[in-house]
């Protein structure tokens, strides 16, 4: 028996959630305002679809969890009260939420939230469509603001970062390793470089880089907002993973599996796969879920077995460890969930 895990490598496409402000064509496929889009690599999908035209997004941040931050482009009647495109919705695909009141925080009514996303205490980072005062402090229409405890802070500074006084940062949100990454209302020189609506941007704190882009982004389409699909990480492997690596016991014609905790917080559960030794490639998924325990037992296989554990949160699964080689090993060919590596783990 052969008890496998291993590190994180960088990650090698990049995977968010979207929304556009006007119908588009992505990657051949006609979309609306309505739909939220995810885009792995410039293959865009629709991960939720509204059906009403009446019911846009300026902006939107996927948890951990699953569940969506969301802020409406027009007001909204829930039935129960009035949501604005000031406020935050926390949606779990069935019912609707007030997240943050925009109203009792002091954010006056003729601005609209263009940017959420949470930092990295579980604070709201908010950005605006327009220039905004907050309880007597004033901040551009680029600023990221934070919210925390029922008080603003500036989060970032647009403009000492060099984004001019007539850009609007419409999209924000950190990567997995913690990296900030922007989008722009219009083409922007950052410099003597130019970035274009739909292109995501990368701070590193000193300088801007381009992040992702799509060079078939439509000219016409806004990319309205967009958040990061959540990572997940990798277990223990007895090296660059630190902590308590994979161990495989057999007892009683039983084994037990047992390893140490994902090096990411947000993940709350693991997968098990099982391939054939000498065949190191044949992993398929035997658990989708060890019910968040870090140890399981089952029935010991005829055969010679190997095993990878893969720690997940709700909506992606994180790294099977590394191959002799370096390179990461590839998903089972019965995998639990789609992959998204955390860059911020070793």
Not at 13 to 20: E, K
Not at 247 to 265: D, E, Y
Not at 336 to 343: K, M, R, T, V, Y
Request: glycine letters at 12%.
């Amino acid at each position: 028996m052969l008890g496998l895990a291993g590190a994180v490598p960088a990650i090698s496409g990049v995977s968010y959630y979207l929304v556009t402000d006007v119908p588009a064509t992505l990657g051949g496929i006609d979309y609306t305002p309505d739909q939220i889009l995810r885009s792995d690599t410039s293959i865009y999908s629709v991960e939720l679809n509204f059906g009403d035209s009446s019911v846009q997004f300026l902006t939107l941040h996927r948890l951990p969890d699953g569940k969506w931050l969301l802020v409406p482009a027009t007001p909204v009647d829930d039935g129960t009260s009035g949501i604005e495109p000031r406020d935050v919705v926390l949606f779990d695909g069935v019912s609707p939420v007030l997240y943050f009141d925009g109203s009792t925080a002091g954010v006056p009514d003729y601005a609209r939230i263009d940017s959420v996303f949470l930092d990295p205490g579980g604070s709201l980072v908010l950005g605006f469509d327009v220039p905004v005062s907050l309880v007597g402090t004033e901040y551009s229409r680029s600023d990221l603001v934070r919210y925390s405890a029922g008080v603003f802070s500036l989060f970032w500074d647009a403009e000492a970062a060099g984004v001019p006084a007539d850009v609007n940062v419409v999209g924000a949100d950190r990567d997995s390793g913690g990296t900030l990454v922007v989008s722009f209302d219009v083409p922007t020189n950052l410099g003597g470089t130019w970035y274009l609506p739909g292109q995501l941007v990368r701070w590193n704190g000193s300088a801007f880089s381009s992040y992702f882009v799509d060079p078939a982004w439509p000219s016409s389409a806004l990319l309205g907002g967009f958040g990061f699909v959540p990572a997940a990480g990798a277990v223990p492997d007895g090296g660059a993973s630190p902590g308590t690596p994979l161990t495989v016991n057999a007892a009683a014609g039983s084994l037990t599996l047992s390893w140490g905790p994902s090096c990411a917080t947000a993940d709350t559960d693991y997968e098990i796969y099982e391939g054939t030794i000498g065949s190191y490639y044949s992993h398929t998924e035997k658990f989708c879920t060890t019910g968040g325990a870090t140890t399981t037992t089952f029935p010991q296989p005829s055969g010679s077995t190997y095993y990878l554990v893969v720690p997940k949160n709700t909506v992606s699964e994180g790294s099977y460890g590394r191959a002799s080689s370096g390179s990461e090993r590839p998903q089972g060919s019965a995998a639990c969930l789609p992959q998204q590596i955390a860059l911020a783990c070793p």
